[in-house]
């Protein structure tokens, strides 16, 4: 832990990562205003009475900013862990397992990781119910394809080793064999893994909000606040700018802090 944070990046990163995920848990108690509350004129400047102005309706920019916060991090979050669980597991168990399974589950995700991941997001949300739970699990998947390759690799590293053919040899079952096994011996590489999904999740459902397929109105995270603001950047009003700023700001967070652990982990390994 100490070698973790005995670089300045990491530290930076770090602080900002705790500032984002505090403001976001604090929202309801620091918040000026309700951020669906309508509080003053279109586009008003940073005053006392809003912080950092208001938006295309007149809601509190701040406000608004710490409740896309919640919104942005519990999404990114969610999608994230269950795009590294469900990619783990099952390359771990095509692996395992071998034979016709691997062959079918490998092709599939070499078929999916072909295509652009926002060209299959678009698609699926046009045609899914446009849902939060929806947008969760099709991220979900298309992220899982990208940890699928990691873990493949892992996995079949993990399984030229020496436990892993008394395991066979003692008859354990695949689940025992991935569970106990594998798992524990790929989870350095596992979590640096999900610290980038965690980071290109934030990115992508930005995106996706700011186009109108992302979460669902009356809600709003960050890259929402961005589309419903950008008509304010011709007439001068910076209202676009603050929520494009927090999402760089995060992602550059999460990277830093992702990049610390990586090298942190190479180096015990390395020892």
Known sequence: MKSLFSSASAVTGAFLLILFVSASLAAPWIAPYDARQISGEIWQPMSAAHWLG??????????????????????????????????????????????????????????????????????????????????VVVLAAIGATRVYRLGYSLASHILATDYMEAAKLAGESHAYR??????????????????????ASILFISTLSFIGLGIQPPAADWGAIVRENKDGILFGVSAAFYPAIAISLLVIAVNLLVDALSRTLQQQEDQ
């Open 54 to 135: 208001t938006d295309n309706l007149g809601r509190d920019l701040f406000s608004r900013l710490l409740s896309g916060a919640r919104l942005t991090l519990s999404f990114a979050f969610v999608i994230s862990v269950m795009a590294t669980l469900a990619g783990t597991l099952l390359s771990f168990l095509a692996v395992s397992v071998g034979g016709a399974v691997e062959g079918v589950l490998s092709r599939l995700n070499d078929l999916f990781m072909s295509l652009p991941s926002l060209i299959i997001a678009l698609v699926a949300l046009a045609v899914l119910p446009q849902t939060n739970s929806t947008l």
């Open 178 to 199: 991935v569970i106990r096994e594998m798992l524990p011996n790929a989870r350095f590489p596992l979590l640096a893994e999900w610290g980038m999904q965690f980071s």
